[in-house]
T-cell receptor, first 114, second 116 residues
């Protein structure tokens, strides 16, 4: 399967600052990537679908101005949490879709907002 | 619309005994079904998937699952639990048509603990 990396793996920031999380496909070109959020002891919730070269599609209830997604190339998508607040603290996971619709997940980024 | 129900939030077994993690689904379209495992603070690893071929699916690490359309179930089993199986398990459904080909719907997860 595909290898997906995320950077950073952990980040702690102060309230009001912005944090950028990178998701990279290491071994194939992904036209579609996904961003999920996972609160403690809960399941993954899809936040947005990121398409290379076009605007991301956000799920209902997810603020697009707060969670900025940029899919600038076939191997890189970034999620920027703007003006982060403690309630944004979560585990953020990206995934990418192969041609046969299988998703491969990154290792996740633990965001803690103080 | 689609949904996934994992019937047990927590399953505890002894090492060497069988594992059964239950999953029921609903989907407006013929679904693909997946089981993923997540170890603490790690991403998700695919255990196995059903995509309309054989109804009994074998996965990694000795796990298997059987797709039963009449029962709308996709339970995960393993004959003999190992300590390293302790993790969170997610049952996931994806429609095979209907315009949302890629979107996955996750169950709430089942935490498996394995006692020595």
């Amino acid at each position: 399967g595909a290898v997906v990396s995320q950077h950073p793996s952990r980040v702690i920031c102060k309230s009001g600052t912005s944090v950028k999380i990178e998701c990279r496909s290491l071994d194939f070109q992904a036209t579609t990537m996904f961003w999920y959020r996972q609160f403690p002891k809960q399941s993954l919730m899809l936040m947005a679908t990121s398409n290379e070269g076009s605007k991301a599609t956000y799920e209902q209830g997810v603020e697009k101005d707060k969670f900025l997604i940029n899919h600038a190339s076939l191997t890189l998508s970034t999620l920027t949490v703007t003006s982060a607040h403690p309630e944004d603290s979560s585990f953020y996971i990206c995934s990418l879709a192969s041609r046969v619709n299988e998703q491969f997940f990154g290792p996740g980024t633990r965001l803690t907002v103080l | 619309a689609q949904s996934v129900t994992q019937l047990d939030s927590h399953v505890s077994v002894s090492e060497g005994t069988p594992v059964l993690l239950r999953c029921n689904y609903s989907s407006s379209y013929s679904p693909s079904l997946f089981w993923y495992v997540q170890h603490p603070n790690k991403g998700l690893q695919l255990l196995l998937k059903y995509t309309s071929a054989a109804t009994l699916v074998k996965g990694i690490n000795g796990f298997e699952a059987e797709f039963k359309k009449s029962e709308t179930s996709f339970h995960l089993t393993k004959p003999s639990a190992h300590m390293s199986d302790a993790a969170e398990y997610f049952c996931v459904v994806r429609p095979n048509s209907g315009g949302s080909n890629y979107k996955l719907t996750f169950g709430k997860g089942t935490l498996l603990t394995v006692n020595p």
